[in-house]
Nanobody, 116 residues
Framework: QVQLVESGGGLVQAGGSLRLSCAASGRTFSSYVMGWFRQAPGKEREFVAAIRWSGGSTSYVDSVKGRFTISRDNAKNTVYLQMNSLKPEDTAVYYC?????????WGQGTQVTVSS
């Protein structure tokens, strides 16, 4: 059973930084694509960033390019989202996602609030 546990959310002022972590367990993730999504109040969940566990290629939504960086630590089975230059519009619940062959798994989410 895949388990994804997020941490690192919190309250930060605009322009500040946070690093989210997603600890993954229950599988060998070498074939997986790991991603971060977010959902703001009243809005649909949206893609933020993704990384292929094998090879490390990354992708980002345009609104976070240059500010957010996704990475992974193979030894710790953990995926990170470094978020810099945060804006109030980044406020959302951030979810970790693990996907392989059309099957996806979600973490419980962590709240990020950016004050102006």
């Amino acid at each position: 059973q895949v388990q994804l546990v997020e941490s690192g959310g919190g309250l930060v002022q605009a322009g500040g930084s946070l690093r989210l972590s997603c600890a993954a367990s229950g599988r060998t993730f070498s074939s997986y694509v790991m991603g971060w999504f977010r959902q703001a109040p009243g809005k649909e969940r949206e893609f933020v960033a993704a990384i292929r566990w094998s090879g490390g290629s990354t992708s980002y939504v345009d609104s976070v390019k240059g500010r957010f960086t996704i990475s992974r630590d193979n030894a710790k089975n953990t995926v990170y989202l470094q978020m810099n230059s945060l804006k109030p519009e980044d406020t959302a619940v951030y979810y970790c996602n693990a996907r392989v062959a059309g099957t996806g798994y979600w973490g419980q989410g962590t709240q990020v609030t950016v004050s102006s």
